[in-house]
């Protein structure tokens, strides 16, 4: 169990090295579907809007973001237990797909990237008839 004590001097203070090494994570995602797109819904705690970078190439959509952590200046790190990390996952989209379409939006750490599906792709309803 971590307990917070005063140390006499800095000396005393015994931790594991604060390393500096950033670990790439996928990020866990739902996919959710309607008749005309797709609704990818990432988690990406620690990452702002402006650090999330979302491309598509071909027929593979990039997800990646990356964590800043900003410390007050008038302190010293002497252990850290929470993990700078880079997030970055891939998917590969069907034809049905309208990648000219696709938008991202980010709130408190979650992305919602729309993925509109072209025309030809989406359900239609087709009417049965008596006889």
């Given at each position: 169990m971590f307990s917070l004590f005063k140390p006499e001097t800095k000396s005393e203070v015994s931790a594991a090295p604060v390393r500096s090494?950033?670990?790439?994570?996928?990020?866990?995602?739902?996919?959710?579907?309607?008749?005309?797109?797709?609704?990818?819904?990432?988690?990406?705690?620690?990452v702002s809007a402006?650090?999330?970078?979302?491309?598509?190439?071909?027929?593979?959509?990039?997800?990646?973001?990356?964590?800043?952590?900003?410390?007050?200046?008038s302190f010293q790190v002497i252990w850290r237990e929470y993990a700078l990390r880079d997030y970055e996952?891939?998917?590969?989209?069907?034809?049905?797909?309208?990648?000219?379409?696709?938008?991202a939006q980010a709130k408190d750490g979650v992305v919602r990237v729309t993925l509109p599906k072209r025309a030809a792709a989406q359900a239609?309803?087709?009417?049965?008839t008596a006889g």
């Open positions: 090494e950033r670990r790439v994570v996928a990020p866990r995602v739902d996919i959710l579907e309607t008749d005309d797109a797709v609704l990818l819904i990432a988690d990406m705690p620690g402006d650090s999330i970078d979302v491309r598509v190439h071909g027929d593979v959509l990039t997800l990646r973001g990356t964590t800043r952590l900003e410390e007050p200046r996952r891939t998917f590969r989209l069907g034809h049905a797909i309208d990648t000219e379409r696709i938008t239609k309803r087709i009417a049965v």
